[in-house]
């Protein structure tokens, strides 16, 4: 199962997120090699990830589109929801890296300079209220999706 939101300012972007450690190990397989990975630095947290086209470089993502991404990625972290402020890493998903023995849904990084970081970000709870009254549950076939995407983009 996958949870979808929408954004209130980009309709058109696709954020989405497993429900669990088990469900972000198929985002982690079959993500799009540029969505956009969300998580919490240094604390477990959901992976959060944003699908939008046209996205060529990180600093591409729209100001109010990022800082929604970074709200909602903060809220779905048990320990970084109760902190004042949390750091966000966030990358493309084709920088993301398993290796035998990682753990559930960990991950590490292909190129480590690759891997951004905005710091201190507080929680806004006008933001989190709305995007989370968007929460859809779907249960897509990520690998047929991933599959697809790959051919329509000769990858």
């Known amino acids: 199962m996958v949870f979808f939101f929408t954004s209130a ?12 450690k088990t469900e ?6 079959y993500s799009f090699p540029k969505d956009v990975w969300f998580h919490v630095d240094n604390y477990s947290s959901a992976h959060v990830y944003l699908r939008v086209e046209d996205i060529d470089e990180l600093e591409d ?11 909602l990625t903060k809220a779905n972290s048990i320990e970084g929801s109760k902190k004042h402020a949390v750091d966000i890493v966030y990358t493309f998903a084709e920088n993301l890296l398993k290796w035998t023995g990682m753990a559930e849904g ?3 990084f292909k190129v480590e300079s690759a891997r951004k970081v905005i710091k201190n970000v507080n929680k806004n709870r006008e933001i989190i209220n709305v995007i989370k009254k968007t929460k859809r549950e779907e249960f897509p076939d990520l690998r047929q999706m991933h599959i697809e995407h790959m051919e329509i983009y000769n990858i």
Request: hydrophobic share 35%.
């Open 24 to 29: 972000n190990e198929e985002l982690i397989e």
């Open 106 to 108: 960990q991950v590490g």
């Open 61 to 71: 993502i729209p100001p109010e589109l990022f800082e929604e991404m970074c709200q």
């Open 9 to 20: 300012k980009y309709p058109n972007a696709v954020i989405y997120m497993g429900k669990d």
